[in-house]
């Protein structure tokens, strides 16, 4: 059964740094683009981040853009989220997922999340 766990959240202050990991169990972990989601309470699930396989290839919504950047190491099964500059209205629960295309997401792979607190 894939899992994906993801850590590293927390409480930061505005313009703070956090770092997210995603470790997930699946062997043909390099064989997929892989994305970062969030969810803020009361609002729909946001795509935040995409990264190709081979990790060459990154986007990122406008909301983001220059403040985080995702990584990934084929050789850990593990993506990353960098976070800079954060801001109060990036507080949510960041979730990872494999990717079908674009920026759609398995249903069936969700993870528990971690929570990021961004006060100001």
């Known amino acids: 059964q894939v899992q994906l766990v993801e850590s590293g959240g927390g409480l930061v202050q505005a313009g703070g740094s956090l770092r997210l990991s995603c470790a997930a169990s699946e062997r043909t972990f390099s064989s997929y683009t892989m994305g970062w989601f969030r969810q803020a309470p009361g609002k729909e699930r946001e795509f935040v981040a995409r990264i190709n396989w081979s990790g060459g290839s990154t986007y990122y919504p406008d909301s983001v853009k220059g403040r985080f950047t995702i990584s990934r190491d084929n050789a850990k099964n593990t993506v990353y989220l960098q976070m800079n500059s954060l801001k109060p209205e990036d507080t949510a629960v960041y979730y990872c997922?494999?990717?079908?295309?674009?920026?759609?997401?398995?249903?069936?792979?969700w993870g528990q999340g971690t929570q990021v607190t961004v006060s100001s």
């Open positions: 997922n494999f990717l079908k295309g674009g920026t759609v997401p398995y249903d069936d792979y």
